[in-house]
């Protein structure tokens, strides 16, 4: 089944840290998107990207990089990081424009503790 | 920007009960309104949505009401088992096609046997 993948799963590092999350997807949608979720929180979105060439802040972009290296993958970096990043980050996507359903489609996430 | 605020955080019925989870949004160009299901552990799912043009939508056990003059839209689950225990989450485009999503903050739904 087509889906969307994260790597790692699972990730404890130090503050100070450079840390990267991927995504890749194989359900050929254009938009990919990064939310961190931390408890009573709900879903934040911290980037977006609507096609290779396209990438926009979300509402909580601080201490966060993306790249876009390709239609299926989409990274998460923290060039340094710290301890409130400690959450569970999710990817996401969303097939483009010109469908009549904009259903997100979620990666299983990535735990990342950060001490 | 898109505000979206999701009441009750938490909500407890027994087993056969209805549950009604309400939210409210702040953008009047909003035009989507999605509910997704988390299971624990699990990554979040679509079960429903809809749009604008609709005042209210059903599938099965789940339905959704959305009144536009009010800004608020509501989560109704009827019949309710123990397998619907989970968050549940309303979110709300933030205007146009874009379907950028801005998320509640979440309602977690227990039901007791």
């Known amino acids: 089944d087509a889906d969307v993948t994260q790597t790692p799963r699972n990730r404890i590092t130090k503050t100070g840290k450079r840390i990267m999350l991927e995504c890749s997807q194989t359900?050929?949608?254009?938009?990919m998107y990064w939310y961190r979720q931390d408890p009573g929180l709900g879903l934040q979105l911290i980037y977006y990207s609507f096609d290779v060439k396209d990438i926009n802040k979300g509402e909580i972009s601080d201490g966060y990089s993306v790249s876009r290296q390709a239609q299926a993958k989409f990274s998460l970096s923290l060039e340094s990081a710290i301890p409130n990043q400690t959450a569970l980050y999710f990817c996401?996507?969303?097939?483009?424009?010109?469908?009549?359903?904009?259903?997100?489609?979620f990666g299983e996430g990535s735990r990342l503790t950060v001490l | 920007g898109e505000n979206v605020e999701q009441h009750p955080s938490t909500l407890s019925v027994q087993e056969g009960d209805s549950a009604v989870i309400k939210c409210t949004y702040s953008?009047?160009?909003?035009?989507?309104f999605p509910w997704y299901k988390q299971e624990l552990g699990k990554r979040p799912q679509l079960i429903i949505d809809?749009?604008?043009?609709?005042g209210e939508k059903k599938d099965q056990r789940i339905a959704v009401t959305l009144n536009k003059t009010a800004k608020h839209f509501s989560l109704h689950i009827t019949e309710t088992q123990p397998e619907d225990s989970a968050v549940y989450f309303c979110?709300?485009?933030?205007?146009?096609?874009?379907?950028?999503?801005?998320f509640g903050k979440g309602t977690l739904l227990t039901v007791n046997p």
């Open positions: 996401a996507t969303s097939a483009g424009a010109g469908v009549s359903t904009g259903e997100l489609f």
């Open positions: 359900k050929g949608h254009d938009r």
């Open positions: 953008d009047s160009a909003s035009n989507y």
């Open positions: 979110a709300a485009n933030s205007g146009g096609s874009n379907y950028k999503l801005t």
């Open positions: 809809i749009r604008s043009n609709v």
